[in-house]
């Protein structure tokens, strides 16, 4: 202990105990504190009883002395986290000389575990850029598999452990099996087991043991826990494959009995699986049901979601039964039975598999399908997202339609209660772009106006740049929300969820209005504007009853700079004005009801520099909300 240590103990500033921990903090010493993290002392001063510390969030962080012995854990010289401070070129030679090793001392110096995220802080970014760890980290854990010193764990969430005896490969993993109480956990296990097998080339015996514990579990089981059961049973039957000398037990039970035991409950069944174990059981069909495997079949295919059908219709083609599955499929679209996975399926493969069933009767379907989920208030809106996020969905479906096929989905979209009205005219919008035809269809039927607006340039590429926004940065970053929302858990009071959601629905209409409003547009910088009557382009200089003048200069849609006395063509002013003639006596409205002005004359608009100023001062910067 420092004589300045000494004396203020003596002075009853800070207590033993608490110098001894101080006299571990000298200046240049690590540090570790629960809240901020790792630090490095920079300065002490106890005649003031400050010590000053750099973390990472904050450099020279004061703390009063007693509370730095209460807060701070010392930290020496060799630890993982002062080596890789101070010298970090030396541990990233050691990482790549001896990983197993700087593994080794970073769990030694956690207590003997660490979970691989509590690895990854201690060498990024310092030692490694984070996807330079990542290939570091891949290689190093079939490194730690093969020490035997290393007990990996199943979850990534879990801790990597330290052991003091070597045990050997794969061992482990078997013990940790037959250690799990629950099938839930036997599953995660063999998961591990399975991805592991390479490492028992040598223990026949063992894996023969295995089995049959295996199938005593599944046949215990079945009956409560079936999905659970049909897991064992995979990976069971994954064991025996890797060696002849292998075979189930006598009586063992089968994937296929799983299946022939569950058939009025396969859809369930499915659901509980994982979506990487669904094909293998799906494989198994002809095995469980016989001749009537794909009649079975179908039955879960109208009830799958989109990759089961995936899986399906692999196993389909396997079989040699491609074309008996391609028959019902088009017979679901005809009837209108196809549910919404099968559709979006389809949707997405754009008719690789089966090229005859892409086409307009597939989006009637998709429609009716549509309309049948609100009826039975589902929420799901996959289905309709798609059709509206893929911008070149519907013109895929209608390309090589006919003429009457077109006309009937158009009308079947104008009448159709599923779309919001924004979402609707994006929609007709498209189908108009490729059939012009249909606009007369959609000006009679409709309540959409599908007039043009005459707008700026210097507008029109403001517009442009905050879509590109909107589309680029808002809506995915709005996606990122919902996506971490939903990892928060329970959605029905997870009420960022539901801020992200309607945040989601507010993005899509602005998405929807500004498509339409794009479409619509046509940029113009007013040349030749229609002097004799007030038009878009012109100058209007009026008198009102006080005798005074004032001048509205009456330009494009989305053009407004009352300071410049702009005044937008749809505007409740300038629509007043436009195509009267000077001497006319105008009513405009006001904040206080209206005014009577005279229009004294009309010119071209011609500071046409001036508006595309104002228009570039006006535009959002990129990084802020538009």
Known sequence: MTEELQLAVESGSITPKAAEIIALLTPGAFCLHKSWGFGRVAEWSLPTGLILIDFDSR???????????????????????????????????????????????????????????????????????????????????????????????VKKTDPIVLLDVAVAPGSGLIERFRGARHLKDQVAALDQVTKALGDFVDEVEELRSLAAQIEEAAHKGRKLQPAQALELLLARDEILARHDALQPGENAPAVADILTGEQSRLPELFAALPASKQRRAVEQFPVAFGEDWMKILFRLAQQAPARLVVDITRVAKKEGREAE????????????????????????????????????????????????????????????????????????????????????????????????????????????????????????????????????????????????????????????????????????????????????????????????????????????????QVSIGTSVSVRLSDGKEETFNILGAWDSAPDLSIVSYKAAIGQALMGHKPGDEVELPSEGGTYTVAIQSISAFTAIDVLREKVHALRPSKNVEA
């Open 59 to 153: 450099k020279r962080h004061p703390m009063q002395a007693p509370y730095a012995a209460e807060t701070l854990s010392p930290i020496p010289n060799e630890h993982i986290l002062a080596r890789s401070a101070s010298d970090a070129a030396a541990v990233k030679t050691a990482a790549t000389k001896d990983p197993v090793g700087l593994v080794r001392d970073i769990l030694r110096d956690h207590g003997g575990r660490a979970t691989p995220t509590q690895i990854s802080a201690v060498l990024t970014p310092i030692v490694f850029t984070l996807p330079a760890y990542k290939k570091w980290w891949e290689a190093t854990k079939k490194k730690l598999k093969g020490d035997g010193h290393f007990q990996l764990p």
């Open 325 to 532: 599955f391609a028959a019902a499929l088009a017979r679901w679209i005809s009837e209108r039975s196809a549910s919404s996975e099968i559709l979006i399926w389809l949707c997405k493969e754009r008719g690789a598999d089966f090229p005859n069933l892409f086409g307009p009767d597939l989006l009637s379907a998709v429609f009716s399908a549509l309309e049948l989920d609100q009826l039975n208030e589902k929420r799901g809106t996959r289905l309709q997202d798609l059709l509206f996020d893929d911008r070149e969905l519907i013109s895929d479906f209608i390309k090589d339609a006919k003429p009457d096929e077109v006309r009937d989905l158009t009308r079947r979209l104008i009448m159709s209660p599923v779309f919001e009205e924004m979402i609707k005219r994006s929609l007709l919008g498209r189908i108009i772009k490729l059939h012009p035809e249909m606009q007369s269809l959609v000006s009679g039927e409709s309540t959409s106006q599908t007039e043009t607006l005459t707008v700026s340039w210097a507008s029109l590429e403001k517009r442009k740049e905050e879509f590109e926004d909107l589309i680029n940065r808002q809506i995915p970053e709005n996606l990122r929300d919902i996506t971490i929302a939903k990892e928060e858990g329970d959605l029905r009071e997870n009420f960022g969820f539901k801020a992200a959601k309607e945040q989601q629905r507010v993005l899509q209409r602005r998405r929807a209005e500004g498509e339409r409003d794009l479409e619509l547009s046509r940029g113009t910088n007013f040349e030749n504007a229609d002097t004799s």
